[in-house]
């Protein structure tokens, strides 16, 4: 019984590093990522972003160049950018063919503002000591009661419900000398996917935009919603947010998907680094195992409550805690 048990442990053991090699293979991931990209339309850039719909009246505003900053004439080309965007999505090509709707250059009015409100909230390029977090949307009607058909500007490194993007130790480490790019945790991706129901029913346009440093990170949440919110599988979503982002630098250090050991004082990634795919597959997984609830009915607290009182997290709910 030993050795059967010895034998089953060297099979199992060997499956999953056969499984981790395939998941963590250059080629595999650039082949399927290729096929699925060519299905798809390519997405319109300008003035150094890139803009991606994820649907629900969603765009990602993705930069694709370093040390972006936001001025007025670069708003107004973004802002037509993102009505085009938005009217590609809704499968119209002139808003002003209805007269309940607002003319193409009112609505660009709209979200210029909404998008210099942002840039004064942290984004675009803004340094992360000129962010202010309680400025967690940036809305063109009101910072308070934004009108039904208003346009909406949703940060997420720069809402204090999810900690500037970053882990936070939950009160057990001190992660200030780690300087690395970390994952979102669980709870900051179920917050992002209400954050935007909750703002896209009440939004005739929402734009989540991101800086640079913090790419990798929105493309877990977005890539979160397509999963979770849309039921896409991971390779999908992977190749659909390929249309936003730069595909990453065949140097392991440099590639702009992969994130730091969270306790590594370097801060830099490598091969075996976690990567944004590898945090899709592991949504998709739990999605399809049933491991996690619909995020809408995701216990947060209870949640927290185990972080911060065991440090532990629940990896298949009711069966192992760790």
């Not at 009217?87 to 909404?114: F, I, K, N, P, Y």
């Not at 990634?269 to 899709?280: H, P």
Request: glycine share 6%; charged share 20%; proline share 5%.
């Amino acid at each position: 019984l030993a050795q059967a048990c010895q034998r089953f442990s060297q099979a199992a053991t060997l499956c999953l590093a056969m499984a981790t090699t395939l998941l963590r293979s250059p080629s595999l991931r650039r082949s399927t990522s290729t096929k699925r990209l060519e299905a798809l339309p390519k997405q319109e850039e300008s003035s150094g972003h890139s803009i991606l719909s994820f649907g629900a009246g969603a765009l990602w505003c993705c930069p694709v160049e370093y040390d972006l900053k936001l001025t007025i004439a670069s708003a107004h080309t973004l802002a037509k950018s993102l009505v085009n965007a938005a009217s590609v999505e809704a499968g119209t090509q002139d808003h002003q063919e209805s007269g309940s709707s607002l003319s193409s250059m009112q609505r660009c009015s709209e979200v210029v503002a909404a998008l210099l409100r942002a840039k004064n909230s942290g984004g675009f390029g803004s340094s992360m000591s000129d962010r202010r977090p309680e400025h967690t949307s940036a809305r063109s009607q009101s910072a308070t009661s934004p009108e039904l058909d208003g346009v909406n500007v949703l940060i997420p490194e720069a809402m204090p419900e999810l900690d500037g993007c970053c882990w936070t130790g939950d009160g057990h480490f001190d992660l200030s000398p780690y300087t690395g790019r970390s994952p979102p945790t669980l709870g900051h991706i179920v917050i992002f996917l209400r954050q935007v129901e909750q703002l896209a029913e009440k939004s005739s346009l929402l734009v989540v935009s991101s800086s640079v440093e913090k790419r990798a990170v929105v493309a877990v949440l977005v890539g979160a919603w397509f999963i979770l919110a849309q039921g896409l599988p991971a390779q999908t979503a992977w190749a659909r947010i390929l249309q936003a982002c730069p595909a990453p630098a065949a140097d392991p250090k440099l590639a702009w998907d992969r994130f730091a050991p969270t306790f590594a004082r370097q801060g830099t990634t490598g091969e075996t680094s976690l990567t944004v795919f590898d945090c899709l597959c592991g949504l998709e997984a739990a999605r399809d195992r049933g491991w996690m609830p619909h995020y809408r009915m995701f216990d947060l607290e209870e949640w927290q409550f185990l972080r911060e009182k065991f440090d532990a997290t629940w990896i298949i709910p009711g069966e192992v805690l760790a």
